[in-house]
C-alpha cells in the first residue's frame, strides 16, 4: 500500500465555515435497532478533526464498522469521503480525534503498520502496476506465496474478463478492466478491513454490474468502508450507511431503511 498518494478531490474542497450539521435524533434512533453486536466492533471513529493545511475537511467525524458488515459512506462530492478512508489509513492523520482498530488507536502510527494489522484498501486512482501482467498483479497481492493459486481462482472466477487476458500487460487493459484488477488486487488480499474507494466510478454500466456483483460476493467473507456515489450499488451492497456533509455526519441507519428515491438520502446527494 503506497503512502505517497497525493491529496484526493475532497482536499480541493475550499474551508468549511459555520457549525457542522447535527444527525438527525430520529436516524440515530432507527440505526439503533440495526447495529451488530458491540463484541463485534471492529473500527471505531470518534471525533476525528482532518486538514489539508487551511482547510478544514472532516469536522467531528464519528462512525463505525463492525466484523462482517458493510458499510457505505455517501454524501457529494468534496464533502469528505475520501479524506475519511485517508484518515483511517493514516494517509492524511487527523489533527484530533481517535481511530480504533478491535481497540487499537492507529493514529500516530505509520500506513503501513495500519496495513500489517489487515486494512486494505482499493483507490479511486485504479493503482497496479501497468508493466505487469494481470496475472502477476494478482500475484503481487497476495501475502503469501502458497495462497497465491486461490487467490488467482478468486480473482479470475470474480472477473472473468481478467481471466480471458491473464497474461496480457496491465497498462494495456480497458478503464472498467483496470478496475476490476483493482477491485480484485483487493479482494484477494488478507484484509480483516477493506476500505473501497468510488469502485463504480466513471465505469459503463455493464462493468459496474460486473463491479456490483463482485463486491456483493465479496461482502460474505470480507468487512468493507465503502465509499460510493451510485446509490443503488451502495444500498444493494451495504447492511448500513452513513451520510456526510460539509465534513460530519449528518444521518445514518439501516439500508433496508431507505431505497436509492428516497428523499432521506436524496436531500444530501443531489447536486
Not at 447535527?22 to 471492529?42: C, E, F, G, K, M
Request: aromatic residues 4%.
Amino acid at each position: 500500500m503506497s503512502s505517497d498518494a497525493g491529496p484526493p478531490d475532497d482536499a480541493t474542497a475550499s474551508a468549511v465555515g459555520g457549525a457542522s450539521p447535527a444527525v438527525d435524533a430520529d436516524a440515530r434512533s432507527a440505526d439503533d435497532d440495526v447495529r451488530p453486536d458491540a463484541d463485534d466492533l471492529l473500527l471505531a471513529v470518534e471525533g476525528v478533526e482532518t486538514y489539508y493545511g487551511d482547510s478544514h475537511v472532516l469536522e467531528g467525524v464519528d462512525l463505525e464498522v463492525y466484523e462482517g458488515e458493510v458499510v457505505a459512506l455517501m454524501g457529494r462530492n468534496g464533502v469528505g469521503k475520501t479524506t475519511t478512508l485517508r484518515s483511517v489509513l493514516q494517509l492524511t492523520p487527523p489533527r484530533e480525534g481517535s481511530v480504533r482498530l478491535r481497540g487499537e488507536e492507529l493514529v500516530g502510527r505509520g500506513t503501513h503498520e495500519v496495513a500489517d494489522r489487515g486494512v486494505g484498501w482499493i483507490p479511486e486512482e485504479r493503482r497496479i502496476f501497468a508493466q505487469l501482467t494481470v496475472e502477476e498483479n494478482v500475484r503481487v497481492a497476495v501475502p503469501d506465496a502458497d495462497d497465491a493459486g486461490a487467490g488467482l481462482e478468486l480473482a479470475f472466477g470474480t472477473f472473468p474478463d481478467l481471466a480471458e487476458r491473464r497474461d496480457a500487460d496491465a497498462g494495456d487493459l480497458s478503464g472498467g478492466q483496470q478496475q476490476m484488477l483493482a477491485i480484485a488486487r483487493g479482494l484477494v488480499g488478507d484484509n480483516d478491513l477493506l476500505l473501497v474507494d468510488e469502485p463504480s466510478e466513471g465505469l459503463a454500466p455493464l462493468i459496474v454490474e460486473a463491479v456490483a456483483d463482485a463486491l456483493a460476493d465479496a461482502a460474505a467473507d470480507t468487512t468493507m468502508l465503502l465509499v460510493e456515489q451510485n446509490l443503488p450499488l451502495a444500498l444493494d451492497v451495504a447492511d448500513r450507511f452513513y451520510v456526510l456533509d460539509h465534513g460530519a455526519v449528518v444521518d445514518e441507519g439501516g439500508t433496508a431503511e431507505v431505497d436509492a428515491d428516497s428523499e432521506r438520502l436524496r436531500r444530501y446527494l443531489s447536486a
